[in-house]
């Protein structure tokens, strides 16, 4: 058995993926990176993307995107079923604000080998490079690091750089994050007959709470700590709070909870501009006679809202609104990518049968991992799609 | 209300129970100020727990303090670089009170016996229309020192359609000093981006000018044009001892009340106005250190624009200003910083 060969069995289905290098080696200096993660912070990443960065890259989280994507690895040698080995040159077009995607994106493609070209925004901050750099310092002898810098190929140009096309030409697989226009942009461009384009472009997400967890400590935290990463900024950042068979009464405590609890949160401090948008909102809303509060140091604005899907009024602040399940899914967005919710089992026994109804949602998953980034985005099993497949008998 | 000289003789308390009037006046005759004051407290005695409005508020609602006899309002309009303008709304009285205090404070900067043609960097389209922009009026308010008024542009905007020939028809038959006005990146443009005629040149060189300008160095950073820069090519255009140029910052919102930059670097505060410094994060008012200027005044009957906390960094100083005005001075560093927008979509 090659180390660089890795047997999978789902449902009676053997697959093999072949991949040129050993991933438990790979694995290994993802292991070593983490140890120097913990040790060393990057500035240039907040504490909670560096804090998440380090969990995406454990052992075992990388082991698990094969192990979804494939099935079980098993010790048997398989002769015969589906042999996938990766594509050979993927480009990947990455958004202009900053974000934590770069990092995962790459890492993930570091798991296949294949040569990644990357655009980068080129009026933000790249945090990919930032990484790349971190490896190169503090893994400099490592294979990662060797993927990192010569077969990883970072640019900063904007869209209108002919660098687009020849990353388009290029690709066997061209994977966009941003907006729609972008995604098509890409699309536009010359390509392979054969490439494939996995495009991820804008999706927006809610949380669904239980009326009956409005006062669950647990579950705030995890609220807050789920928005207050990006505020609405991030794809999979609720957008609205939707409060499961409350009302106007509950909206307002659960609102006034979260502000009375906030000093146990722990966040850090919002930057100056966003604390200033916030005290201009609350006075905004108040002008509207729109019940809201103003979270400690300004860091965030939580108003009452009637159902609806609204357009963002601020980056930190959201709405919370109270109805029952119908109302909430009615008012979606055709968009809609993840509900994060915190549920009843109950509510959620009622709440499944009610997810074919639903325009768009991708993910349904608990509340706090409402960010996580895996190998199933956007309805594709997108990791899959970065091999190719023979079929041997 | 009389304001009159000297006009940085701070009297705390007269100022403290003119704001609470204030405050009390329009939160008596606005709806919706009443509303945004609900949930403060507006019986505070103390200064700085007085309830302000963040200016971004005049950019998206009209909050305009409507009496039944209130004559003559007219609504100011800001020049913004965001492309959404500001706008508040002055009754007679506020006109009145704003026109003095601008008049006084102008007065301790170019001296009260000053009288000159004033030429300005603008088009005299920019007087028409009721809704005023803050740009014109910045320029209208040094109309108690001119001996004439000169618009030097044909366009407004349009540093290029300067009108040599209006200029030089004045210099020709004049000798005596100048006011000229612009906001700040238009003054530069005005002088130093346009060929300037030699003929207009000899008649410049060896006059006194003095050069008024506001509007903040926003549009001259990428030019690298700083303060020292700006007011050196200024002066080189007379090279004349008694020639100067004065910086003052104001907002729409604040009008009447400006500050000028004295020589050492400071801005002063008359008697009928405050400005604090807030940490925007706990709220606290800070001295010497920098922060968010908060200005108040007790002469805006209009809109409740009397106490606004802006997007501008500065620092109150301490000590006593080495140019002898007495009472609060402070300086501006700049605009509130815009952090990088960190996640995946747009917002």
Known sequence: MFDNVINFKSNNQSRSVILPFSLAFRLNDYSDLQKSMIRNRDPNFSRSEWAYLINFISKSNLKSIFVKTFGEITDIDINNGLYYSPFTHISVWLPNNVSLLGPL?????????????????????????????????????????????????????????????????????????GSNDA????????????????????????????????????VLKDLVSVFMVYGQAGCTSPKR????????????????????????????????????????????????????????GSSAVFFLDEVN?????????????????????????????????????????CALPLISRMKSVSRFVNLANMHDFGPVWDDRNWFLELFRVTDVE | MILEKPIYDRKDVSFNNSMLDLNRFHYENNPQYRNILSGQSNNSEVLYELPFLHVGLFKSLNLATILPDQ?????????????????????????????????????????????????????????????????IM?????????SDIVFLLDESNDAASFNFDRLFKLLANYDGPLLIYGFTWILWQV???????????????????????????????????????????????????????????????????????????????????????????????????????????????????????????????ESQCPCGRSGKSFDLLGRVPKSEVRGCSNV
């Not at chain 2, 309002?73 to 003095?100: E, F, K, P």
């Not at chain 2, 205090?101 to 007087?127: R, T, W």
């Not at chain 2, 910045?138 to 001119?146: D, G």
């Open chain 1, 105 to 177: 994106t790459v890492a993930m493609l570091s798991l296949i080998g294949a040569r990644v070209e990357v655009k980068v925004g080129s009026r933000s901050l790249d945090l990919v490079s930032k990484l790349r750099d971190f490896i190169v310092t503090h893994q400099p002898e490592s294979k990662l690091a060797n993927w990192f810098t010569q077969e990883m190929k970072i640019h900063e140009v904007d869209r209108t750089s002919s660098v687009n096309k020849s990353m388009s030409a290029a690709a066997d697989v061209r994977i966009v994050f």
């Open chain 2, 191 to 317: 002088f130093h981006d346009n060929v300037i005629p030699d003929n207009i040149k000899n008649l410049l060189i060896g006059r006194e000018i003095k050069f008024v300008h506001s509007g903040g160095w926003k549009k001259l950073e990428d030019k690298k044009i700083d303060p020292k820069i700006f007011d050196e090519f200024l002066l080189s255009i007379s090279n004349t001892p008694g020639s100067c140029v004065i910086d003052y910052y104001g907002l729409v919102e604040q009008m009447g009340v400006i500050f000028p930059k004295c020589k050492f670097g400071r801005r002063h505060v008359p008697y009928w106005a405050d400005v604090l410094v807030r940490d925007v994060w706990s709220m606290d008012v800070i001295v010497g250190e920098p922060g968010q200027l908060q200005l108040m005044n007790c002469i805006t009957f209009g809109s409740p624009n009397h106490n606004v906390l802006t997007e501008d960094l500065g620092i109150v100083f």
């Open chain 1, 309 to 349: 899907f609204p357009a963002p009024r601020s980056n930190n602040s959201i709405s919370v609104q109270a109805g029952r399940f119908e109302d909430f899914i009615e008012s979606q967005p055709d968009n809609l990518q993840t509900i994060g919710y915190a549920l009843t089992p109950n509510d959620k026994r």
């Open chain 1, 183 to 218: 995604a098509r942009g890409v699309d536009l461009l010359d390509h392979p007959l054969h490439s494939k384009g996995l495009y991820f472009s804008d999706r927006v997400s809610e949380a669904w709470i239980s009326a009956d967890f409005i006062n669950e400590k647990s």
């Open chain 2, 71 to 135: 004559k003559n309002v007219r609504t100011m309009q800001s020049s913004s670089t965001s492309g959404i303008a500001s706008s508040v709304h002055v009754d007679a009285q506020s006109a009145h009170l704003q026109a003095q205090s601008s008049k006084l404070i102008l007065e301790d900067f170019l001296g009260y016996e000053f009288k000159a043609p004033l030429l300005i960097c603008d088009s005299s389209k920019s007087l028409r229309g009721r809704n005023l922009s803050a740009r």
């Open chain 2, 138 to 146: 910045a320029a209208m308010s040094l109309k108690p020192f001119s």
């Open chain 1, 241 to 296: 709070i939707c409060i499961i068979g409350g009302d106007s009464e509950s909206a307002k405590f659960l609102q006034n909870n979260l502000i009375k609890n906030w000093e146990s949160y722990n966040l850090p401090k919002v930057e100056q501009n966003i604390a200033s948008q916030n005290i201009l909102l609350k006075q905004l809303l108040d002008a509207e006679g729109r019940p809201n509060c103003l979270a400690p």
